[in-house]
């Protein structure tokens, strides 16, 4: 009995979908665009905005990280490569809003979910 309750307290039960974090670095003007395009993933692709900070390289730009599920991966993947090679009805690039904003993306690191500095709203 003994034995049992040391392996079970040892045990940890991951809850939640896997998934990555990912850092979107954007310029402050574009703040409100882009987060409104992230939020737009939010309802469509399950993908959630965790937190936004200025960016440690410059203070121009704000860091967003996001979680992505595994199962939405290809869903982001698919956005990026519709801007590259696909056009709307005007002959904008597909998903431009998003893309066009977006100065660089990389994996996250366990430094990123925390806030640095808080970002005011509007």
Same mark, same amino acid.
């Given at each position: 009995m003994e034995?049992?309750?040391?392996s079970?307290?040892?045990?940890?039960?991951?809850?939640?979908?896997?998934?990555?974090?990912?850092?979107?670095?954007?310029?402050?003007?574009?703040?409100?665009? @882009?987060l409104?395009?992230?939020?737009?993933?939010?309802?469509?692709?399950?993908?959630?905005?965790?937190?936004?900070?200025v960016?440690?390289?410059s %203070?121009?730009y704000?860091e967003?990280?996001?979680?992505v599920?595994?199962?939405?991966? %290809?869903?982001?993947t698919?956005?990026?490569t519709?801007?590259?090679?696909?056009?709307?009805?005007t002959?904008k690039?597909k %998903?431009?809003?998003?893309?066009?904003?977006?100065?660089?993306?990389?994996?996250?690191?366990?430094t990123?979910?925390? @806030?640095?500095i808080? @970002?005011?709203?509007?």
């Amino acid at each position: 009995m003994e034995q049992e309750r040391k392996s079970s307290a040892s045990e940890v039960d991951v809850v939640g979908e896997p998934g990555f974090y990912l850092d979107v670095e954007f310029s402050v003007s574009e703040k409100d665009k @882009v987060l409104q395009s992230i939020e737009n993933l939010r309802g469509k692709a399950k993908i959630e905005l965790m937190s936004v900070s200025v960016s440690p390289n410059s %203070n121009e730009y704000l860091e967003a990280t996001l979680f992505v599920p595994d199962s939405k991966k %290809n869903d982001f993947t698919k956005k990026i490569t519709a801007y590259e090679n696909e056009e709307t009805k005007t002959g904008k690039p597909k %998903n431009e809003t998003l893309v066009s904003r977006i100065e660089s993306f990389f994996l996250s690191s366990v430094t990123s979910l925390f @806030v640095r500095i808080q @970002v005011g709203g509007g």
